[in-house]
């Protein structure tokens, strides 16, 4: 191994330093000797906050300048929340490693559940997912646009913008923060596919740093992501498309559970498969059977259902 510092580079939120932190503590434990050297950038999504994701362009705004950078070798790798990595990537970024999943559920902050709100309560956030599965089971509620980092939505929800807002216990937990909130059981409020997981991008071709980057994978936590990331390939699925899924593991199989819903949340289609870890038919079928269910409300949020 040469003594060149391998280069990470991450998205310049307090999370996802912490993310980046957390990446190279577990690299360079692996590796005694190795030397990382953490690069940050202002990702164009963080730089954008008047206006929904969805609407300026999608994920792709959390990972554009590190594809950039990877694609052109300025960075060895790219650490990213695997819930912002859009779906399809471009040739040259491949997912080389997945960290331990950290707490998969939503958590509610402001009040202890959802039916504890009052009549007509506004709900906090800019995911569609949580928009709709909030209206799911709060028709009578308003969601108010909350984007931002977490601090900035806790100051939002501080500043009474609205009365709850939800959001990932695997962040706060990263940020020390968590005592905040009422988890969510994830048997009645999915969470967003990859919520939890961290996954590390390197350039297929660069044995070097793929090869270090194979000593921290966390081989169920890898298989639930593809799990996910392969059902919502199937779907068509983009940033406007509300839908939550979850990997179990099992008897040795993968159960993976997943929700679709119309935006307004009026309609929701939930289906649940088992299936070996690494069979990339069991997500595809799962999203055949879900699409076959939904009335056009939902199914015009997708675009993989060809027949
Ligand atoms: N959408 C932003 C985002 N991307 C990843 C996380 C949390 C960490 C994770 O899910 O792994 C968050 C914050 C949130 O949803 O509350």
Redesign the pocket.
Known sequence: MTDRPLRLGTRRSP?AMA?AEEARDRLCAAHPGLTVEIVPVQASGDKILDRP?AEIGGKAL?TKELDVWLLEGEIDFAVH????VETLRPAGIAIAAVLPR?D?R?VLVGVDSLAALPPGARIGTS?PR?AAQALHFRPDCQIVSFRG??AT?LGKLEAGEADVT???????E?LGQSDVGTPLDPAVWL??P?????AIECRPGDDRTAGLLAAIDHRASHAALLAERALLAALGGNCHSPIAALTEHRDGELVLHAALFSPDGGERVAATMHFPAGDATGPAELARLLLDQASPAIRQHFEGFAS
């Open positions: 999370l993310q994701l959390w929340s695997a819930k912002d950290a998969v939503d995911a949580r980092n977490v939505r939800l959001l990932a216990a695997a962040g706060l990263r969470p967003a990859g919520q939890g997981c961290i």
